[in-house]
């Protein structure tokens, strides 16, 4: 679901293209600011299509048959109902989106309350090894997930916290953390001291002066990690594939929505109702539309994030 | 209410060597209003920043009242301070920003509502209090800032730089409120400003510091009449004093083609060091335009020094005349203030002679005050 990114910064492509334009067409378009702008928009509408007609297909996927599916990719469904939607609920995806939202609101909440609160020390305070532990953090973004998949199998498995929701958790918070730091550190670098010092002379501590006075402020830049965050960890797919697999027979399914569609269309009575299979990727992929669609300012705010002067 | 006392104290950045503040010592009367003055980089918002427990002292020790605060933790210290950029929370209310200390002290919500309210009625903000701070202008922005520091009625009041982000015309407006509501209040303040008008206007007295020395603490008149030495004596008064190095002679120092009387002792004191030269420092205000009854050296050339003109600034009350001139064989700028009425055109040559007693004389080898 990489497919929520924002389409905007490509006019670098565009800039070189321009003067190619044979003269003709540069008389029509006298403005070259205006040819600019017909040339770019072109490309992001051609960009936006090419993004939205899997998304399309598969939302009217869900309201097709089977035979349907298989059939032209442009016919539209000729029975609007939601029966595989009801379908897909009952056979688990309901139960994934629970298992996901379980998960998610603690991971995501803590990896905010950790990352910002070690991001904020490393940023504002001076004492030795401030820089070690800030690259610490940071290359623990240049790690790929997939090398650490084994060593973090075997340690949870030690740990007895193969297929629980703390097991999840708590990788995902570590594996949030480098990103997290990273963004809040510069972040709170951008805010002026001049805040911190006033409320040191207001009589606040350090903490409360962390929480009531700097992490508002932050807020902007909290909530575009935050999404990011949401958006990364709802789509982990190969973290819960390797913690999250039952242990036995009698162990509890704790499924993620990713994980649990792959299982939904590898078992066998899921092989002829396709409608129901897209019916779970459109509902796994509602809520992350959701949230990207009413924060889109905020993700946009807190990138380029500053304060009030 | 209290005295404020810097007994030696001095603060080495780390990694530098040069004390960024070295060996302050300034004794701050109750009530009194004192503003810390000098260029850039003099250390002046260190000094403040060392009060306001911002900063480390390395050495010596700072006293609020009898207790010794030298590494008390801001919150201890009973100070309220006022930020150049205000440093107002963004998140909160007018109303919030101002009672958030009070908050954090424990007082009960009745009474900060009643302190924020008083405060916003002497500040003019009362219709604001429910606002946050970026719907509010700079001057409300500025007002707001002072009233976070009243409603806490701290011992010590410290402001660095509180008007240097207003325009022109509302700093000069601020200026005059901030003065008589500390007047009003009687709450002893430190202010810090790089500008010599506001640290003449506003302060009962003032602390001129250079490269984190103290050069002088007196009352403006004073600092005015009687600079210590040759960088007070340029740093207060605008335009600048004329320092002009003069060679010395029996009885005086001969200043272009008149001799400017010098006591003896000062006169003794620079020669007994070595010095052929003096530097004399004449206000602009001080200049008068020779008319032929000065008394010259010799009969045949006017009294004074001759000054081409350069540049005339005509301020409406009075002009300023920027000109060059021969003293002791060398060109040197002066800068005259003529009346308003008579102000000379580009390229004519005026005689002028200091009025006698508003001179002021300094060694030029050590830059300290000779004359008295």
């Known amino acids: 679901m990489s497919t929520v990114e924002d389409p905007t910064p490509t006019p670098v492509a565009v800039t070189a293209a321009a003067p190619a334009r044979p003269p003709g067409r540069d008389e029509r378009f006298a403005d070259s600011g205006k040819a600019l702008n017909v040339f770019s928009h072109g490309f992001l509408v051609l960009w936006a299509v090419m993004i939205v007609l899997p998304l399309v297909w598969i939302v009217l996927g869900a309201f097709k048959t089977s035979t349907e599916i298989g059939g032209s990719a442009w016919a539209w469904p000729t029975n609007w109902n939601l029966g595989a939607f009801g379908r897909a609920w009952e056979n688990g995806v309901g139960g994934f989106l629970v298992h996901t939202l379980i998960v998610l609101v603690f991971s995501v909440t803590l990896t905010m309350l950790f990352g910002s609160m070690a991001a904020y020390v490393l940023a504002r305070y001076e004492f030795p090894g401030n820089r070690l532990i800030y690259f610490f953090f940071v290359a623990g973004a240049m790690f790929p997930v997939y090398l650490a998949l084994v060593p973090l199998f075997f340690m949870l498995k030690n740990l007895g916290m193969l297929n629980t929701y703390q097991g999840l958790i708590l990788v995902y918070v570590a594996y949030s953390m480098p990103f997290t730091v990273f963004f809040m550190h510069s972040f709170f670098r951008t805010l002026p001291t001049a805040l911190h010092e006033a409320a040191m002379i207001d009589g606040c501590s350090h903490t409360r002066a962390f929480f009531q006075i700097m992490l508002p402020i932050a807020k902007p830049g909290l909530l575009s990690v935050g999404i990011f965050n949401v958006l990364g960890q709802w789509n982990q797919y190969i973290l819960p594939l390797t913690l999250m697999q039952k242990q036995s027979g009698t162990d509890a399914d704790h499924s993620v929505l990713t994980q649990g569609l792959v299982n939904l269309m590898v078992q066998s009575g899921y092989k002829n109702d396709m409608p129901a299979l897209f019916a779970g990727m459109t509902i796994a992929m509602l809520p992350v539309l959701v949230v990207y669609l009413s924060f889109q300012r905020q993700v946009q705010a807190g990138l380029t994030a500053g304060t009030l002067k | ?372």
């Open chain 2, 1 to 372: 209410m209290a005295t404020v006392t810097f007994d030696q104290a001095t603060r080495i950045y780390p990694g530098g060597d040069r004390p960024a503040v070295d060996k302050l010592n300034i004794d701050i009367a109750d009530g009194e209003f004192l503003v810390l003055v000098g260029p850039s980089g003099c250390g002046k918002s260190t000094s403040l920043r060392m009060l306001a427990g911002l900063e480390d002292v390395n050495d010596g020790a700072i006293r609020i009242g009898d207790r010794d605060v030298t590494h008390l933790p801001p919150k201890d210290r009973d100070i309220a301070m006022v930020f150049q950029n205000y440093a107002l929370y963004p998140h909160m209310t007018v109303a919030d920003n101002m009672g958030f200390a009070l908050k954090i002290a424990g007082v009960n919500k009745a009474e900060i509502r009643q302190r924020v309210e008083e405060a916003a009625k002497i500040l003019d903000l009362t219709e604001y209090l429910s606002r946050k701070p970026k719907a509010l202008s700079g001057g409300q922005r500025q007002r707001v800032a002072m009233g976070r520091a009243i409603v806490r009625e701290p011992q010590v009041f410290l402001m660095d730089e509180p008007l240097s982000n207003l325009d022109a015309k509302l700093r000069v407006q601020t200026r005059t409120q901030i003065a008589s509501l500390q007047r009003r209040l009687g709450t002893t303040t430190v202010y810090v400003t790089h500008d010599q008008v506001e640290a003449m206007t506003m302060g009962d007295r003032v602390a001129v510091l250079k490269d984190g020395l103290l050069q002088q603490v007196d009352s403006p008149r004073n600092m005015y009449d009687r600079p210590a030495n040759l960088f007070v004596a340029g740093f207060i008064g605008s335009p600048a004093m004329n320092l002009v190095e003069v060679p010395i002679t029996d009885g005086g120092v001969t200043f272009g083609n008149s001799v400017v009387p010098v006591n003896r002792e000062a006169l003794k004191a620079a020669s007994d060091s070595g010095d052929k030269t003096v530097t004399v420092g004449v206000r602009p205000e001080h200049f008068e335009i020779a008319d032929g009854e000065a008394k010259s050296v010799s009969k045949d050339a006017p009294a004074g020094v001759a000054v081409t003109v350069n540049v005339v600034e005509e301020l409406g009350a009075d002009g300023y005349v920027y000109g060059s001139a021969e003293v002791a064989g060398s060109q040197v700028d002066i800068v005259v203030r003529v009346g308003g009425r008579s102000v000379p055109l580009k390229g004519d040559v005026l005689h002028v002679v200091p009025r006698g007693g508003e001179t002021h004389v300094f060694s030029t080898s050590t830059g300290e005050r000779l004359s008295d």
